[in-house]
């Protein structure tokens, strides 16, 4: 690939794509999950801890976000920011939207 950047001043992302595209490795390991099925069931397993550990109750998201929300205001007191910093569920939310697959 660094070959190819310098000799033939190929383009990065056009070089991971094609790279990409050959690789066909799936892992047959993964922690202690061995096999395609047992791999499967652990990754399974833990996005749906993942997506079940934020409730969606308001109170305890109101709750959540005051907590982000005095972290943020005591560590720039702590570096002496100017102001303190405060985000909104729905500004948080527009940034992901905004973010690239």
């Given at each position: 690939?660094?070959?190819?950047?310098?000799?033939?001043?190929?383009n990065f992302w056009t070089e991971v794509?094609?790279?990409?595209?050959?690789?066909?490795?799936?892992?047959?390991?993964?922690?202690?999950?061995?096999?395609v099925q047992p791999v499967c069931q652990?990754?399974?397993?833990?996005?749906?801890?993942?997506?079940?550990?934020?409730?969606?109750?308001?109170?305890?998201?109101?709750?959540?976000?005051?907590?982000?929300?005095?972290?943020?205001?005591?560590?720039?007191?702590?570096?002496?920011?100017?102001?303190?910093?405060?985000?909104?569920?729905?500004?948080?939310?527009?940034?992901?939207k905004r973010l690239k697959p």
């Amino acid at each position: 690939m660094a070959h190819e950047f310098i000799h033939n001043k190929a383009n990065f992302w056009t070089e991971v794509k094609r790279l990409r595209q050959k690789s066909n490795f799936l892992p047959e390991i993964v922690d202690n999950a061995n096999g395609v099925q047992p791999v499967c069931q652990l990754f399974a397993k833990k996005y749906k801890e993942l997506y079940n550990s934020v409730s969606y109750r308001s109170c305890d998201m109101d709750c959540l976000t005051s907590r982000i929300n005095r972290g943020v205001e005591e560590n720039c007191q702590y570096n002496k920011c100017k102001d303190p910093h405060y985000f909104a569920i729905h500004e948080i939310r527009d940034a992901y939207k905004r973010l690239k697959p």
